[in-house]
């Protein structure tokens, strides 16, 4: 299993930081995870995932889905799937890769909850932006990613940060531990958070208007058990907290709440 134990890591780190970050859809792309085998390689993963969180960002109700995923990267540095959206990594090092990629924002649909009544939906919109990820050593991962593009008015913009340890557990088990922040502009903050003069009217809110900074923050834990050198199994757990004016949103209900995931992964 150590030809493998580096890619199944990774694995571990997209389950923990992405999938059961503060809702399980809006990090979906928080990050870039460079899977399969080492640089100048082809290789890619295959996953199922029981995914329980909310039905939106600041949401008191909870939503469970069953989601695959799909991810594949090219021996050039080109890749695409679920997980990593669209792009190309430029490095050739094994402990960096930094690169621009496109991914999604899904936006938000006003039927999803009571709570969102008269605020209307939030479209999906396509997202550009760039990453930079440097492991310090095998078992420690710093992670970056940057993203514009998101909201109605598509000027969303968000960059994340996280860190990630991870140490083997025996011969068969992972355990992982991560940390990891939003940073978001005005006008995603908007979208998400605030409730403009029109949908004050249409509405049971009082217009809100909140600034850029520091949206929320997180940590997780993860266990992965590696059923073949291929194949594992995966369930993290996250919790995370609102800050400031996203906290502080008349649309926010439950401002630090705890998710999870259940992914089962093949590399191939």
């Known amino acids: 299993m150590k030809t493998l134990a580096r890619p199944l890591f990774q694995i571990a780190l997209a389950t923990g930081l992405g999938l059961a970050g503060q809702s399980a859809f809006a990090q979906a792309f928080d990050a870039v995870r460079i899977y399969g085998a080492a640089p100048a390689q082809d290789g890619g993963i ?35 799937g ?5 792009g190309m990594n430029f490095s050739s090092r094994p402990d960096l890769s930094y690169g621009l990629r496109l991914t999604a ?3 938000r649909d006003e ?29 420690f991962v710093l992670i970056s990613s940057l993203r514009y593009g998101a909201g109605n008015d598509r000027k969303g913009l968000q960059a994340d940060l996280g860190a990630a340890y991870r140490t ?31 949908q ?6 009082a217009v809100y208007t909140p600034g850029s900074g ?25 919790a ?23 992914a089962l992964t093949y590399l191939f």
Request: negative net charge.
């Open 46 to 80: 295959v996953a199922l995932a029981g995914v329980f969180g909310h039905e939106y960002m600041g949401s008191d109700e909870r939503r469970s889905r069953v989601l695959p995923g799909l991810d594949y990267m090219w021996r050039n540095g080109f890749f695409a």
């Open 82 to 86: 679920t997980g990593n959206g669209i």
């Open 105 to 107: 924002d899904f936006g």
């Open 111 to 139: 039927d999803r909850s009571a709570a969102l009544k008269g605020m209307g939906d939030i479209d999906a919109r396509p997202e550009f932006g760039g990453f930079l990820n440097y492991n310090l050593n095998q078992n």
């Open 168 to 198: 083997r557990l025996g011969t068969d088990w992972d355990l992982g531990v991560g940390m990891a922040l939003t940073l978001a502009n005005a006008e995603l903050m908007q979208s998400n958070f605030g409730v403009t003069a029109a």
């Open 200 to 205: 004050a009217v249409t509405s049971k809110y």
């Open 214 to 238: 520091l949206r929320d923050v997180r940590a997780n834990i993860s266990l992965t058990y590696h059923i073949s050198p291929r194949m594992g199994l995966t369930g993290a757990v996250s």
């Open 240 to 262: 995370s907290s609102l800050q400031g004016d996203a906290k502080d949103s008349p649309l926010t209900r439950e401002a630090s709440p705890v998710n999870g995931v259940l």
